[in-house]
C-alpha cells in the first residue's frame, strides 16, 4: 500500500528552490517554531481551515453549514457555501502514488527548462515514508529537498540518498539561541549535517538572516567555522528577513510578535565565509 502523507501545496515555476525552473511541493506539518516562520499554514501536520476574515460580511452561511461548530474538523462544507471565498481548506492528504502520478506528468516541460522537483514545507523530513516513497516513484528529473536537518538519523539519510541536492537550512550556530528562537535543540541537526558534510553529497546551506539574531559578525563566523572543511558545499546563501513574514498569522487565527527587531539594518559580513573558503551570497 502506498505511504500517504499530507501536503499544503504544489506551486510551480519556482526559481529559488535548486537550478533551474522547478516544481516545489510543500509538506504539511513542522517539529521547529521559528519566531520568523512565514509559513504559520505549514506549521499544523493536519489540513486546516484558513478564514480571510477581513473579507467576511457576517452573513452567517458558514455557521449554517458547518457541522461541527465546536471543534473544526476541516470538511470544507462552510467553503463551499462563504460568498466572499474567504475560507479555505489548506491541507490535502495523498498518496505518495497519486502525488508521483500528478508530477510525472510534467515531467517533459522539466526536461526541456533543465528544472526539477524540490520537497520543502513545513519540514519534509518529518513525513520520510511519504518522501522516500514518492521521491522512488518520479520519474529520472532533477530533485532537491530543502530541510532544517531536525529529523532523526535514519529518515535524514534515507531522504537524502533519494535527492539529487540538499537545500540545508541553518537557523542559529548557538545551542541556546536556537532553542529559544525556534523551540528545538540543535544537536539532531548538527549531527546530520556532520553526516551530510562527510558523505560529500552536495548540497547549500541556507541561513535565514535575521535582524539582532543571526547576523552579527561573530555569530556569522560561528556558522562559517560549522560549514568549513571538505564536503559537497556548493555554496551558502544568506535569505535577507523580509518585512512580509507576517502577513498569513491572521489566516491561522494568530498573532505575528517576532522578539527582535523587524526593522532593524542588515549589513552581513560576507568576509568570514570567503576567509574560510566558502562562497556565499546575499539572495
Ligand atoms: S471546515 Fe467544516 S468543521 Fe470547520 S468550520 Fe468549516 S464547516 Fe465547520
Ligand atoms: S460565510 Fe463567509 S462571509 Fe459569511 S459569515 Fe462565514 S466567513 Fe463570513
Not at 56 to 80: F, N
Not at 134 to 143: D, F
Not at 148 to 163: H, L, T
Request: one cysteine or more.
Amino acid at each position: 500500500m502506498s505511504a500517504e502523507g499530507v501536503i499544503f501545496e504544489v506551486r510551480e515555476f519556482c526559481l529559488h528552490d535548486g537550478p533551474g525552473i522547478r516544481t516545489t511541493v510543500f509538506f504539511k506539518g513542522c517539529p521547529l517554531r521559528c519566531a520568523w516562520c512565514q509559513n504559520p499554514e505549514g506549521l499544523s501536520f493536519e489540513p486546516q481551515l484558513l478564514v480571510n476574515a477581513a473579507r467576511c460580511d457576517r452573513c452567517g452561511a458558514c455557521l449554517r453549514a458547518c457541522p461541527s461548530p465546536d471543534a473544526c474538523t476541516a470538511c470544507g462544507a462552510c467553503v463551499a457555501v462563504c460568498p466572499q471565498g474567504c475560507r479555505r481548506v489548506c491541507g490535502r492528504r495523498v498518496t505518495a502514488e497519486a502525488l508521483a502520478a500528478e508530477l510525472n506528468a510534467k515531467t517533459a516541460f522539466f526536461q526541456a527548462y533543465g528544472g526539477g522537483i524540490t520537497f520543502s514545507g513545513g519540514e519534509p523530513l518529518a513525513q520520510p515514508d511519504f518522501l522516500v516513497e514518492l521521491a522512488g516513484r518520479l520519474r529520472p528529473v532533477h530533485l532537491a529537498v530543502e530541510t532544517s536537518g531536525y529529523a532523526a538519523p535514519d529518515a535524514y539519510r534515507r531522504a537524502v540518498a533519494e535527492v539529487d541536492l540538499v537545500l540545508q537550512d541553518l537557523k542559529h550556530p548557538d545551542p541556546g539561541q536556537h532553542l529559544r528562537f525556534t523551540g528545538a535543540d540543535p544537536q539532531p541537526i548538527l549531527e546530520n549535517l556532520a553526516w551530510l558534510k562527510a558523505s560529500g553529497r552536495p548540497f547549500i546551506a541556507r541561513i535565514p538572516l535575521i535582524p539582532g539574531v543571526n547576523d552579527a559578525p561573530e555569530t556569522l563566523a560561528r556558522f562559517a567555522e560549522l560549514l568549513r572543511g571538505p564536503s559537497g558545499l556548493m555554496r551558502v546563501e544568506l535569505l535577507p528577513y523580509h518585512l512580509t513574514a507576517g502577513a498569513k498569522y491572521a489566516l491561522v487565527g494568530k498573532t505575528y510578535a517576532p522578539p527582535f527587531d523587524e526593522r532593524a539594518p542588515l549589513a552581513p559580513d560576507l568576509s568570514v565565509f570567503a576567509a574560510r573558503g566558502l562562497s556565499c551570497c546575499v539572495m
